[in-house]
């Protein structure tokens, strides 16, 4: 039978709410450090398990919080030693996932393994109506190794789950969690065993390739550009920001901005720049001063606004501007 470990309804999502999640995670699963960030008022967050037999598998869902994150660190796993895999699967909203060196973004219809013996750091990422939902699956090491030998190699990596074996393995464990009860313990056990064997099997022998990256990021570098866009006349605009807004990592968004544009500052300023261009050479700006347009694209400072400008273009903000409405000297 579900049992709810952790429900939450309301406003005041504080310090205190947090420390009790975190207490709740921790005796179901392992020690993590969490952090939310919400822009809404109104939170709910609940956690809740099942099982299948001998095996857990839980159910996370909030709203309301834009940002969730966890981080497993040495020290947990030095005083809270904890030899499982969580197998990952997000039914809405995206999910996070940095292990051994690698990090991807997990969609709905993907899957992913999580070691709990090696650090790591995920993230929880409502969608667009500002909902999450995943499933999680528990296996002992000692079960999936037996299986899947090199499964360490294949942690923090997204695969496809939407379609062949690995879709049957995951709409097996997701309907386990609710229908598990409706059955006998040996037949939930059964099939749960039964999905885990697929999905080794599946990795093993290369049957689902790795999540498609490219057709996701070419989606989140047009997300960020868009971002940049709305948002490049903010001063105070951040990586951090655009992360947040693009439902991914600010590692994420800085590794797609470096293969485009070299790196964050470099294309804020660029475009900055060309904004600013564009506005000291069109003839309804004629009664705005230098300065102003400066500030209004994003530059904290007029002179090392005039320094950038010329640099990039060779002369001054003055000199273009002359030249292009016909001022002169």
Not at 119 to 140: I, K, L, M, R
């Amino acid at each position: 039978m579900a049992e709810i470990i952790y429900e939450f309804s309301g406003h005041n999502f504080g310090r205190r709410e947090v420390s009790a999640f975190k207490e709740c995670i921790s005796r179901d699963y392992c020690n993590l450090d969490f952090n939310f960030e919400h822009e809404t008022d109104d939170v709910r967050l609940s956690h809740v398990n099942a099982n299948a037999g001998k095996f857990h598998l839980s159910w996370h869902q909030r709203s309301g919080h834009t940002l969730a994150a966890a981080k497993r660190s040495r020290r947990h796993i030095r005083t809270n030693a904890r030899a499982c895999y969580a197998i990952q699967m997000p039914i809405r909203g995206s999910i996070f996932v940095a292990q051994h060196g690698r990090d991807e973004t997990i969609q709905p219809g993907y899957l992913s393994l999580l070691s709990a013996d090696v650090p790591f750091h995920t993230q929880t990422f409502t969608d667009a109506q500002q909902q999450h939902e995943s499933c999680f699956a528990y296996v002992p090491v000692h079960v999936l190794e037996a299986l899947l030998p090199d499964a360490q190699r294949h942690c923090g990596i997204a695969f496809p789950a939407d379609r062949g074996a690995l879709r049957m393995a995951r709409d097996t464990l997701i309907g386990l969690f609710d229908d598990a009860e409706e059955m006998s313990p040996a037949l939930a056990d059964l099939l749960f065993s039964t999905a885990i064997e697929t999905i080794a099997k599946s990795l093993s022998t290369g049957d689902n390739t790795p999540y498609p990256s490219c057709e996701f990021d070419d989606e989140i570098k047009q997300r960020i550009r868009d971002c940049i866009e709305l948002h490049v006349s903010d001063p105070n605009f951040s990586v951090e920001r655009i992360a947040k807004a693009c439902g991914v990592s600010a590692e994420r968004v800085l590794c797609l901005l470096k293969e485009e544009h070299g790196n964050f500052r470099a294309l804020v300023r660029e475009q900055r720049l060309q904004r600013a261009f564009a506005e000291l050479t069109d003839p309804r700006q004629v009664g705005r001063s230098i300065s102003e347009i400066a500030f209004s694209v994003g530059f904290k400072c007029s002179a090392h606004f005039s320094n950038t400008f010329r640099k990039a273009f060779g002369r001054t903000p003055s000199e273009v501007r002359a030249a292009a409405l016909g001022l002169g000297p």
